[in-house]
């Protein structure tokens, strides 16, 4: 029998994994962190934030350089890491780069949901809201991609996930939450068939862009990061690309400054991906069987593990 969850018992979560690998993620240093790289996973490290989001920002840059008519590609992006995206615009505007004729894409990772439907870009927590004012309107119009080569999870999950087979994804960023997802891909809850045990990896992995109810500790987070504390104002649910288009992207890059989860947290999924220690209560550690993974560190913001008292 699998331990219960000591944050939200009706749920699956890192805190059921076996004690044995919490500990051994909790005592990696940093230059253990730096070594756990290998073959289809890489850890990188950046001393500075402006090294840290410049270099994300130049991952949407690249991805839409490599874009043609003939076989156009795109990047899936985050809100959360969100300090890139001004970076992005400024590129694209700078470098001159006609996003229309390069015929680039982007997919927004995922969306809230309230009262069975995607929210407004009038709503302050809107995601797609925060990709068209922080990066895509900053874009000269005459550069911009048309709204037809921006894909959003707003209802048609469908349709949303085929684009991913009709244009090429060529990287998937994403940060990191405190319950260890990325995009939405949180652990179940822990009932029916995944009363004594969570879903297996293979399981999990055959779940696409979906409807999903978000466990508590992401709920928490999203207050803390974004709504000023106010949990009651968080939705619960929330439309987010799935495992399915995650695996048809040649690239999977995280990026962890240190604002989103934890320094135990930051450990654990990379340690459980360099081992292939692969379990959907810590979703992040499904990477493990991805072919190209590569984590994304600001060195300062790391920290430590150590227990003590403030």
Known sequence: MRKRSVVAPGWWDFTTVDDEILTDAANLSVEDLGQLSRDGFRVVFYDTLEDFYLAEALEYVEAWMQSTPDNPAGVCGPIGPTEQLPLVARLVNSMGIDLTKKEAHFWGMDEWVMDGKPVGEDHPLSFKRADMELCFNRIRPELRMPEKNLHFPLGDTAGFSASFDSVRCLVMQGGQGDVKHWAFNDPVKREGPYADAPPTPEEYRKLGARLVDLHPLTIMQNAR????????????????????????????????????????????????????????????????????????????????CDVEMH
């Open 225 to 304: 990061t974004s709504g000023g504390g106010r949990v009651s104002e968080v939705p619960t649910q929330a439309i987010t690309v799935g495992p399915v288009e995650t695996w048809k992207s040649a690239k999977v890059s995280i990026w962890q400054a240190g604002t989103h989860d934890n320094a135990f947290g930051m450990r654990l999924t990379a340690f459980m991906i360099s081992k292939g220690l692969a379990d959907s209560a810590v979703p992040m550690s499904l990477l493990a069987d991805h072919p190209n993974v590569q984590f994304n560190y600001y060195r300062p913001g790391v920290g430590s």
